[in-house]
């Protein structure tokens, strides 16, 4: 069965095809009626504009669709990333998760990504880039594999230390296989056949499942993303910058964050009580 929320979106593509077709003559013309409704916002997200008269509050709200409950993101704490990296049995896949806690990176942007985006030097303008210090480039393109940014907008995301040496050992290690010399994708097959492939979904998710079993709990890609999205909010990154950081084009999507982080402010909060009552005086 599919999600509530996936199914959501295909309705969703289903419903603005009916309203194409009726105004084109294709479907009668009562059915856009039937796929929604108004609707007037009583509160309205943070950067909407409603107007000066108030006129954008009104709008039209589908009428099919599944109620969705507020998921929080699932998050690895300090000790359980550090196993995970510590679990992987090569410098490829310790690239691999490295990158995704340290970028925030959708598992299809890391393996779309190719040698030529990587600028992991103090200075790019050899390679025709002026942005300064070490950095990566997500790109929505074609790909052999079927991976792709979702992104609809390029950005470029700033890389540390760690993750420059992470990718140096994988690389040494790649040189050392000889696998996929003229791949210019990063991330490509050396354990297995084909050898110098670019890695698809299906072998990326071996890896973690690999990696979640080795250390004895659930490991998804996704989760390193929304890892990596909270420790930049409990960091005390503007979120804004987390926004472009991740990508969202909507700041609704990296909201959520937020809200997570007060949770865990919340408990902290209450252990930290919690403690002191317990402590003799």
């Not at 679990?87 to 779309?112: K, P, Q, Y």
């Amino acid at each position: 069965m599919r999600s509530k929320g996936t199914a959501n979106a295909i309705v969703t593509t289903t419903s603005e095809f009916l309203k194409f077709g009726a105004r084109l003559g294709w479907v009668a013309g009562r059915v856009p009626g039937l796929l929604s409704q108004p609707k007037y916002l009583h509160f309205v997200p943070p950067g909407f504009d409603t107007g000066e008269r108030d006129q954008f509050r009104a709008v039209q709200e589908r009428t099919l669709k599944f109620r969705e409950g507020t998921a929080e993101p699932q998050l690895l704490m300090e000790d359980e990333m550090a196993a995970v990296v510590a679990a992987a049995s090569n410098a490829r896949d310790r690239f691999l998760v490295i990158a995704l806690l340290a970028t925030g990176m959708r598992i299809g942007e890391a393996l779309g990504l190719r040698r030529s985006d990587v600028h992991f030097l103090a200075r790019s303008e050899a390679l025709g880039c002026g942005i300064p210090g070490p950095h990566l480039h997500v790109i929505k393109r074609l790909n052999e594999n079927g991976a792709f940014a979702k992104s609809r907008y390029p950005r470029t995301i700033p890389v540390t230390e760690r993750l420059v040496q992470a990718y140096s050992d994988y690389w040494f290690e790649r040189d050392r296989f000889g696998h996929g010399v003229d791949n210019d994708a990063v991330f490509v097959n050396l354990f297995r056949e084909p050898r110098g492939r670019s890695m698809s979904y299906s072998n990326a998710k071996e890896v973690v499942d690999r990696l979640a079993r080795d250390c004895g709990f659930t490991v998804r890609p996704h989760m390193l993303r929304h890892t990596a999205a909270t420790r930049w909010i409990e960091a005390g990154v503007d979120p804004d910058i987390v926004q472009a950081l991740l990508g969202h084009v909507s700041f609704t999507s990296t909201e959520r964050y937020i809200h997570t982080s007060k949770k865990r402010m919340r408990e902290a909060v209450e252990t930290t009580a919690s403690a002191r009552r317990d402590t003799p005086r």
